[in-house]
């Protein structure tokens, strides 16, 4: 059987770093396409010329016109431009929704079959976008955001509790943006609560706060590091991960930017919600219970949400 084609729409910072991901893992061939002449081909040849060292089977290949991607079985879209410190996502919508309608016509035609990821900025409204002008069903196009999100907030809860980072599960709900929901009561070490573990004294509820509200500004915490750019390599793991599920139907549950058509009460939109990921693509959306406070969070977000995409409108005609 002929290996998969994974073709990367950007082959910036999180670009380059899926294309290696994607080789070292054996996912598939894959095609780097990139408006930048020569970013892409160098990439591409710089990771294949790793190849012989890491020991694995894959070609990779660059390109400048999208005729590249034909086929493809899944694309990545991180297209776009990246914050800078003092910008916020939603700074980027003017200027990342012409990008999302090139690569949505380019994907329409060459690849109307893949399971499409997208990353680019401001999340929620892009993978929006992006299903508007592709035209491709809903549960194959969808955001990659809560991934992210909750191995952040796993990340610190193991520094706070001391303990492996496969222990604990994290949960984080709604846009991908200052209003997101992460959830304490659906987070775990090894499936004990963190209220329980707040109980137990593991930790205060003063210093959970601090690590929800860490993670709400994770990505501009690594802004304010970098100075040129944004987060790209657990941005990049976080997609691979989704991409993984997919090809090898692996019916992971996963929080991603999906379509929710009824559940949450919502009638049709994308937002970070719990997902079960596998050959169809998004294969269920898992409408959770949430209490009173955290559907209030979840509505703020949602909103926050509707706004983006009321701006789209505004400035696109064809999304009206
Ligand atoms: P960067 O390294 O600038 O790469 C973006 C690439 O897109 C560049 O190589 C550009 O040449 C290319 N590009 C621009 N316009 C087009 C176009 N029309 N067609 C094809 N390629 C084009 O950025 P990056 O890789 O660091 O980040 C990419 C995007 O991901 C940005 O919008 C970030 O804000 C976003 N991002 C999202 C998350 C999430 O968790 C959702 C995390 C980190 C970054």
């Known amino acids: 059987m002929a290996r998969p084609k994974i073709a990367l729409i950007g082959a910036g910072q999180i670009g380059g770093t899926l294309a290696h991901l994607a080789a070292i893992k054996e996912l598939g061939d894959v095609v780097l396409f990139d408006i930048a002449e020569g970013t892409p081909q160098g990439k591409a040849l710089d990771i294949a010329e790793s190849g012989p060292s890491e020991g ?34 939603d700074d980027l919508l003017g200027i990342n929704l012409k990008v999302m309608k090139s690569v949505g016509e380019g994907i329409a035609k060459n690849a109307p079959d893949a399971f499409v990821i997208c990353i680019t900025n401001p999340l929620d409204a892009m993978v929006w976008a992006l299903r508007e002008f592709s035209g491709l069903p809903h549960e194959k196009v969808c955001g990659m955001a809560g991934v992210l999100d909750s191995a952040r907030f796993r990340h610190f809860l193991s520094l706070e509790f001391g303990v492996s980072m496969k222990d604990v599960t994290a949960f984080v709900l709604g846009g991908h943006g200052d209003t997101m929901v992460p959830l304490a009561r659906y987070s775990t070490v090894a499936g004990i609560p963190l209220p329980d573990l707040v109980s137990m004294g593991w930790t205060s509820q003063e210093r959970l706060d601090a690590i929800v509200q860490r993670t709400r500004d994770g990505g501009a915490e690594i802004v304010g590091l970098l100075k040129t750019g944004s987060a790209y390599y657990a941005p990049a793991t976080s997609a691979i991960e989704m991409a993984e599920a997919y090809l ?73």
């Open 56 to 89: 694995f089977d894959a070609t990779l290949e660059g390109a400048n016109d999208y005729s590249a991607i034909a086929g493809a079985d899944v694309c990545i879209v991180t297209a776009g431009v990246p914050r800078k410190p003092g910008m916020s996502r």
């Open 248 to 320: 090898k139907d692996q019916k992971r549950v996963l929080p991603c930017a999906a379509y929710v058509e009824g559940a949450y009460g919502l009638k049709g939109m994308y937002v970070g919600v719990p997902t079960v990921i596998g050959a169809g693509g998004i294969e269920k959306v898992i409408d959770i219970k949430l209490d009173k406070d955290e559907q209030a969070m979840f509505d703020k977000s949602v909103d926050a949400v509707k706004g983006l995409v009321e701006a789209c409108k505004g400035i696109d005609e064809s999304l009206a």
